[in-house]
């Protein structure tokens, strides 16, 4: 695994660090794809329930190396247009994650540091986080981050913050629906093990599926939500996860999920 991300196993969570602090952990082609590989890795055990990310150091990720960027206008164009490929990968892998993702932002996300926030299912911000798109103050559009950040922050606000750079607190963040929670930051180790616990006690099948669907649905229009989500309900009211959680709750008894490979219909 390449150190350009940390794993490190905490209970049921498995915890990625982007670690190049003296840089402030940028989003590049390196660091994107190894983060990839450390996310492939995690949704394959099944012991792992739950993913957090984090930073390194004292930023969560700066977003691009700008060290890359100002060479762009010198390479050919084939190459300037593939250089976030492995960027644009990470988002739609993330689109399918079939476990939770929790953002432990520690310090500020810029740019694409904040798309890696964003793409993230929770975001827990600890008081020195701060996010922000600065693209534009260096002659660029926070262009592949939009498919993620639209879907969790108002346009009007998202847009604001596209065009003029300017940073919000984690405190704002929090109260635009962006962040789910704000701690101090020597809480957010505690806070993550939190969101381990909780991710324990639920149904991965529950999860994998719902998450999936709830993309699915928010997307369309209601009434054709309406028809998608009486289809969708059948794998859980033919798995055997709903007969173990109803027979849990009546004997007042913890759910022992069965792995989802191991289910059957009968």
Known sequence: ??????????????????????????????????????????????????VGITGAGDAFCAGGDLRQMARFSQIPVEEAYAWPQAIVALHKDMLDAPKPVVAAVNGPAFAGGMGLAGMCDIIIAGRAASFAMPEVKLGLF???????????????????????????????????????????QDELDNMLAEY???????????????????????????SQALDAAQFFNLPFFLGSDLREGVDAFFNKRK????????????
Not at 7 to 30: H, Y
Not at 203 to 222: N, T, V, W
Not at 255 to 266: A, C, K, M, Y
Request: glycine residues 4%; hydrophobic residues 45%; aromatic residues 4%.
């Open 1 to 50: 695994m390449s150190d350009l991300v940390l794993s490190e196993r905490r209970a049921s969570m498995m915890v990625l660090t982007l670690n190049r602090p003296k840089e402030r952990n940028p989003l590049d082609q390196g660091s994107s794809e190894a983060l990839r590989a450390a996310l492939r890795a995690a949704f394959a055990d099944d012991a792992v329930r739950s």
């Open 142 to 184: 926070p262009m592949i981050i939009v498919a993620h950040l639209a879907r969790a922050i108002p346009r009007k606000l998202l847009l604001e913050m596209m065009m003029t750079g300017d940073p919000i607190d984690a405190d704002e963040a929090y109260r635009i629906g962006f962040a789910n929670r704000v701690c101090e």
């Open 255 to 266: 759910p022992q999920w069965i792995p989802e490979g191991e289910q059957s219909n009968d």
């Open 196 to 222: 381990a616990t909780k991710f324990e006690r639920v149904s991965p099948l529950a999860l994998r599926l719902g998450r999936k669907s709830f993309a699915l649905l928010s997307d369309m229009p209601a």
